[in-house]
């Protein structure tokens, strides 16, 4: 079992940043595998960033050189720094937690909501 705490978030105005955190407990391995998801209004859930425990990262194109993801593996934390946001990055983000060694799992956040808007 996973547990996963998201913060972060709001309103914030295009070209401005904001910071994403999540924190998860629980069974979570050196093959753990953390990132962010992200959903806007009739769209599916998509890919935005995923960093595993040896800080190996992947980025969709859409957020590559404006979004940075990082890992604290003695906290079991991830943070996504959003800089130079754009209204199409509102969305409702999600934080992942998954292994696929082993030990199989997948867990989500509960969400938490991104608004971009002037």
């Known amino acids: 079992q996973v547990q996963i705490v998201e913060s972060g978030g709001g309103l914030v105005q295009p070209g401005e940043s904001l910071q994403l955190y999540c924190v998860a407990s629980g069974r979570i391995f050196s093959t753990t595998i953390m990132g962010w998801y992200r959903q806007a209004p009739g769209n599916q859930r998509e890919l935005v960033a995923t960093i595993t425990s040896d800080g190996d990262t992947n980025y969709a194109d859409s957020v590559k050189d404006r979004f940075t993801i990082s890992r604290n593996n003695y906290k079991n934390s991830i943070t996504l720094q959003m800089n130079s946001l754009k209204p199409e990055d509102t969305a409702v983000y999600y934080c992942?937690?998954?292994?696929?060694?082993?030990?199989?799992?997948?867990?989500w956040g509960q969400g938490t909501q991104v608004t971009v808007s002037s």
């Open positions: 992942n937690v998954r292994n696929e060694v082993q030990v199989p799992y997948n867990y």
